[in-house]
């Protein structure tokens, strides 16, 4: 039978993905953003709950579309997950490691030698997520102007490129380790790389071998035609934020993508928030305390970034109207369905994306959370979700011990890794 799979999902800031969720009297993880202990101990629990692996998201700046009411209470500071993930490496077996990194501010040679040192130091337990940077603040950042977004994705593309050369210019045998004959590297397997592009270049011997894996493995999560193009070129596995009712298209598209592309479907999964309780009630209790703690200002200022919209002068008790774009009109449908089919108010709205931003909540019972799973799963086609947590670490505690058994117990969960690498472990069936 085949097997449901789950990443984490987070970031690395004091509240990862619900606003003010550090101040939470059982959350641990805002106070311990930057202890290795709290990492370590975090890896653990994610090999525990048999997770394929732990996925930072990130961009590199901090939004200046942010208020400082919505900075002050948790949005920064933002550490670099790459510089995180060594410490749960160290402390885990079997648990990939993703993390992002833009193709924009490094260099694919440095990508390449950065990556590919530490997925030959974990063994072949890395994952990249490769953005583009929709955020006009990383631009500025690094002073740099944002080109536009089919551009970002060309660019990309020949970023991309360039990787492929780099990984397949150093394979793994060519590391024979003779010490009779002294050499360590077998040169004939070697190959200089020679690229000239419109945007990127390059002209050198790699510097790293690939690891027990191959290549690291490919995460990717653009939703446009374009993006969903390079996500079908180029990834190994995909991101998805929809709603329930959207789903199935979803997979319906990447598959015809993947197919135009000539590659394998890449692994489909679907962000989810799951609130556990020892009865519905008690679960929806936790989103109300969640919601409560939340500063309407920055609700309303997380809302606005995210529709592209300002929203001080609106009336909090009044449904809005957004018609702008599709997506928003995807989110208001799947918002209109949590609320009942009665039209949200704004604060309602803003208060739901402060705590789920804009993933579907599974609320319940254990047992409850583990139908919806397995009836998403089965209905849709994906592959498998990315468990976007709320109280940390408690939420992935009650995940780990109290669903994945359930979902064990109906044979459609690994009870043991299939190997040591991620990629064996992420395309086990
Ligand atoms: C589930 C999901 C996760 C994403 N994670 C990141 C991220 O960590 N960093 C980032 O810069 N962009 C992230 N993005 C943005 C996408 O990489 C992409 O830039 C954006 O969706 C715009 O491209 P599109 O128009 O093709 O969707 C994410 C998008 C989705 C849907």
């Known amino acids: 039978m085949s097997q449901i799979h789950f990443n984490l999902v987070m970031t690395s800031s004091p509240n990862s993905h619900s606003q003010s969720v550090w101040a939470h009297p059982d959350d641990r993880h805002g106070l311990n953003l930057l202890s290795p202990d709290y990492w370590a101990g975090f890896g653990r629990l994610l090999e525990r709950g048999m997770f394929d692996g732990v996925f930072f998201a990130d961009t590199m700046s901090i939004s200046d579309s942010y208020a400082w009411e919505t900075l002050a209470s948790g949005s920064a500071p933002r550490p670099d997950p790459w510089t995180i993930l060594p410490f749960i490496a160290a402390a885990t077996t079997h648990l990939g490691l993703a993390a992002t990194l833009s193709t924009v501010g490094t260099p694919p040679y440095l990508a390449v030698r950065r990556i590919g040192a530490l997925d030959n130091l974990t063994g072949g337990r890395v994952a990249w997520n490769v953005v583009t940077s929709y955020l006009e603040s990383d631009f500025q950042a690094l002073g740099l102007e944002q080109p536009s977004h089919d551009v970002r994705y060309d660019q990309a593309d020949e970023f991309m490129e360039i990787c492929y050369r780099l990984w397949d210019a150093f394979p793994r045998d060519a590391l024979i380790r003779d010490k009779a004959s002294g050499d360590y590297v077998d040169v004939a397997k070697l190959a200089l790389v020679e690229y000239s592009g419109t945007y990127h270049s390059c002209r050198t011997y790699p510097a790293m071998a690939c690891s027990e894996q191959g290549r690291p493995l490919i995460f990717q999560a653009g939703a446009s035609g374009r993006g969903m193009r390079f996500a079908a070129t ?135 959370v583990a139908n919806t799973l397995e009836e998403w799963w089965r209905d849709t086609g994906c592959y498998g979700f990315t468990i976007v947590p709320e109280v940390l670490p408690a939420s992935i505690e009650a995940f780990a011990d109290e669903v994945v058994p359930l979902l064990q117990k109906r044979g459609i969960m690994r009870t043991e890794y299939a190997g040591t690498t991620y990629r064996e472990n992420l395309l086990q069936q």
């Open 234 to 368: 180029h990834a190994d596995a995909c991101f998805a934020l929809q709603p329930r009712s959207a789903m199935s298209d979803y997979i319906a598209n990447l598959r015809a993508a993947a197919k135009q592309a000539g590659r394998p479907d890449p692994r489909a999964f679907f962000g989810v928030q799951p609130f556990i309780g020892g009865t519905e009630a008690e679960a929806q209790q936790r989103i109300t305390e969640l919601e409560e703690r939340v500063p309407i200002g920055t609700a309303l200022n997380r809302l606005g970034g995210l529709l592209g919209r300002e929203f001080t002068e609106d009336d909090l008790d009044h449904p809005i109207e957004i018609s702008e774009t599709q997506a928003s009109q995807g989110w208001m449908s799947a918002i209109a369905h949590v609320s009942e089919g009665k039209a949200p108010s704004l604060r309602e709205m803003a208060l739901h994306f402060a705590i789920s931003p804009m993933n579907p909540r599974i609320v319940g019972t254990p047992e409850q």
